[in-house]
C-alpha cells in the first residue's frame, strides 16, 4: 500500500511538471524563436543530451524486446500531438479534448487488462472533470473537435491511455530505458515531422545557443525528474487512476500561468483545482479508510 500511495504521488509529482512545461515554450518564443520552432528546440533538446546513454545502453534497449519500443513510441506519440494541438487550436480545447484520456484508459484497462470499473473510479473521473470544466470553462459548449489542432488532442489522449495500459500490462520493463525509449522516440519523430516541413524559418544557433543557460536547468531538474517519475510509477496504477493523477497539471498550469503571466486566478479557478486535488486523493483515501476497518477487531 506503501509503494502505490509512494506511486500516486509521483504520478502528481509529474502532472505538475508537466504543467510548467508552457514556460519554456513561452520563454522561447518570447526570446525571438517563432511557436514551432520553440517546440521542436524544447523536445529535440533532451534526446541529444540523452543520445550517448541511449546508445551506452544499447544492450538493454535490444532485451526490452518491440514492446519497450512500442511504450516508447506511444508516449512519444503523446506528447507530439498534445504540443502539436497547441500550435494549431485554442489552449484550452487542447487541455479539455486531451484529458479525456482517463475515459480511453479504463475502457482500454477493462478490455485489454480486465480491470474492474468501480463506482469510486468513475467517481473520481467525473469529480476531476468537473474541475478541469470550471477551470477551463465550458462557456461556449462543449468543445467537439472541429479542426486538426483538436484532432491532435484527441489522438494525443488516446496514445496516453494506451501508453498507461501498456506500462501496466509490462511492468517488467527497467524504467531507465522506459525514459530513453520516450525521449528517443520523441526525437524521431521530430525527424519526420522537419522531413516533411523542410527547415525554412530555422532560427539561427546563436540564438539557440543564448538560451541554454536558463533552458538546460529545466530540462535537468523539471522535465527529466517528471518523466522518469512516470515511468517508475505509472506501471504500479490502475490506468484509469492515472489519468485522474495527472490533470494536477491543469492545477499547476493555472497556479503558475497566474503567478508569473498574469493570468486571471479566482474562486473559479480555486474551486477548480479543490475538485481535482479532491479526485486525485478520493481513492486512496477509500482505500486508507477500509484498511483502518480491515484493522479493527
Not at 468501480?118 to 470553462?137: D, H, K, N, Q, Y
Request: aromatic fraction near 14%; hydrophobic fraction near 60%.
Amino acid at each position: 500500500m506503501r509503494s502505490e500511495n509512494l506511486a500516486k504521488l509521483a504520478v502528481a509529482l509529474s502532472g505538475i511538471a508537466w504543467g510548467l512545461f508552457w514556460i519554456p515554450l513561452r520563454g522561447l518564443n518570447g526570446a525571438g524563436i517563432d511557436a514551432f520552432w520553440s517546440f521542436i528546440i524544447f523536445n529535440a533538446t533532451p534526446a541529444i543530451i540523452l543520445l550517448p546513454l541511449f546508445l551506452a545502453r544499447w544492450r538493454q534497449q535490444r532485451a526490452g524486446g518491440p514492446w519497450l519500443f512500442a511504450i516508447g513510441l506511444s508516449m512519444a506519440l503523446t506528447q507530439f500531438f498534445y504540443s502539436l494541438s497547441f500550435l494549431h487550436t485554442e489552449i484550452v480545447r487542447a487541455m479539455i479534448l486531451f484529458y479525456f484520456n482517463p475515459v480511453w484508459a479504463t475502457i482500454m484497462a477493462r478490455v485489454f487488462l480486465g480491470e474492474a470499473i468501480t463506482p469510486i473510479r468513475w467517481l473520481s473521473i467525473a469529480v476531476a472533470f468537473s474541475g478541469m470544466f470550471i477551470i477551463l470553462g465550458i462557456d461556449k459548449g462543449f468543445p467537439w473537435p472541429r479542426n486538426g489542432g483538436d484532432w491532435a488532442a484527441v489522438v494525443g489522449g488516446v496514445a496516453w491511455a494506451a501508453a498507461i495500459v501498456l506500462l501496466r500490462h509490462h511492468q517488467d520493463q527497467k524504467p531507465l530505458d522506459l525514459f530513453l525509449q520516450n525521449f528517443m522516440c520523441t526525437g524521431a519523430l521530430l525527424l519526420l515531422l522537419l522531413a516533411f516541413t523542410g527547415v525554412g524559418g530555422a532560427p539561427s544557433a546563436g540564438l539557440v545557443l543564448s538560451q541554454l543557460w536558463w533552458l538546460l536547468p529545466f530540462i535537468f531538474l523539471i522535465a527529466m525528474p517528471g518523466v522518469y517519475l512516470s515511468m517508475w510509477a505509472v506501471p504500479l496504477l490502475a490506468p484509469a487512476i492515472v489519468g485522474v493523477l495527472y490533470m494536477t497539471e491543469i492545477s499547476a498550469a493555472a497556479i503558475s500561468s497566474a503567478m508569473w503571466s498574469g493570468e486571471p486566478f479566482g474562486v473559479r479557478e480555486m474551486l477548480g483545482i479543490t475538485l481535482i486535488t479532491v479526485a486525485a486523493v478520493l481513492e486512496s483515501v477509500r482505500d486508507l479508510w477500509r484498511g483502518r476497518r480491515a484493522l479493527q477487531p
